[in-house]
């Protein structure tokens, strides 16, 4: 049996989309059905159904994904035991959210060029929806964003969590004392993209506190929110790793607010069966661990062991 033929299977049960796996393989979509065709030929049994909503797997489909995976993963691991890491070649595309670019993406990359200088790195700077997506669609083979997610051919691992405080430029009106998150959110708040995870928790925080409607402005970058809190544009919801230097210099300050946002989680979410992910999901977790120790437990903790 043609390994390639089922690597072809597997795609196409994970994607669910004949053109997509041709993409992922760089293929063609006749040679996609043609290996398809020439396995339910070899196992007598239809693997998948068609029909005007797509592709789905079969009962007996559904048995040989188990089996073909398991090879897969199984020659995946013989691959990787008889060669030296800087020997590896290839490419493996990362995306990765604004909040790791600025902490310690850097770090990481460095690891991974002195680990695998001959496998070609391609990063994907975008938020944790559009990260996800792309992941789950086969186009990234390994996410660092905010959510665990929870489905088959997808892990996920918790790295750490960054503390959330809120900022504001030291020289503004918005350095004062506020009594309550009541009197905070009359102010204009300045946080993460809509829709994404720190959004969602920092509206939470907001109702669940009596404020219906948080005045919430959001963006996508956090080079754009702090120029913004620089210049007196409002409230930040960040990790103040962010703006350490700021910090430092006394351009912004932390209010000392008793009700916080919620801490921001990173989490390492990776395709199964991808060459070389296990590996750089196990430097991810050293590159973090040794960047904790360097900015504290204020500004990062480690999750803790699974």
């Not at 795609?11 to 997509?20: D, E, G, I, P, Y």
């Not at 995306?95 to 496998?119: C, E, F, K, N, R």
């Not at 503390?163 to 946080?191: D, F, K, Q």
Request: aromatic share 6%; glycine share 4%; charged share 20%.
């Amino acid at each position: 049996m043609n390994l390639k033929f089922l690597e072809t299977f597997v795609w196409v049960a994970r994607l669910k989309n004949f053109s997509l796996t041709a993409e992922k393989l760089c293929t063609t979509q006749a040679a996609v059905s043609s290996r398809i065709a020439v396995l339910e030929d070899e196992l007598g049994v239809k693997l998948f159904r068609r029909d005007s909503r797509g592709v789905s797997l079969t009962p007996e489909g559904l048995k040989v994904l188990e089996h073909a995976e398991q090879m897969l993963d199984t020659l995946q691991v013989l691959k990787q035991s008889i060669e030296a890491p800087s020997s590896k070649v290839g490419r493996l595309r990362i995306g990765v959210m604004d909040t790791v670019i600025h902490t310690w993406l850097s770090p990481l990359v460095a690891q991974l060029m002195d680990h695998y200088p001959q496998v070609e790195i391609e990063l994907v700077a975008d938020t944790s929806l559009n990260l996800c997506e792309q992941l789950q669609r086969g186009f990234l083979d390994l996410v660092l964003q905010t959510d665990l997610l929870r489905q088959e051919s997808i892990r996920s691992l918790e790295l750490a969590n960054y503390p959330v405080c809120w900022v504001a430029a030291s020289n503004s009106i918005y350095n004062r004392h506020y009594g309550s998150l009541v009197e905070l959110a009359r102010e204009r708040i300045v946080t993460y993209s809509k829709n994404s995870l720190p959004h969602q928790q920092i509206l939470s925080l907001m109702q669940a506190n009596g404020v219906l409607a948080p005045r919430l402005n959001c963006v996508n970058s956090v080079l754009a929110i702090t120029r913004l809190l620089r210049d007196g544009f409002g409230i930040g919801a960040l990790p103040p790793v962010l703006v350490r230097e700021e910090l430092a210099r006394g351009e912004l300050t932390l209010l000392d607010i008793e009700q916080r946002p919620p801490n921001l989680q990173v989490v390492v979410s990776w395709r199964v069966g991808v060459e070389l992910v296990e590996d750089i999901v196990q430097l991810c977790q050293r590159v973090v661990q040794r960047y904790a120790q360097q900015v504290g437990q204020e500004h990062l903790l480690l999750a803790p062991s699974p």
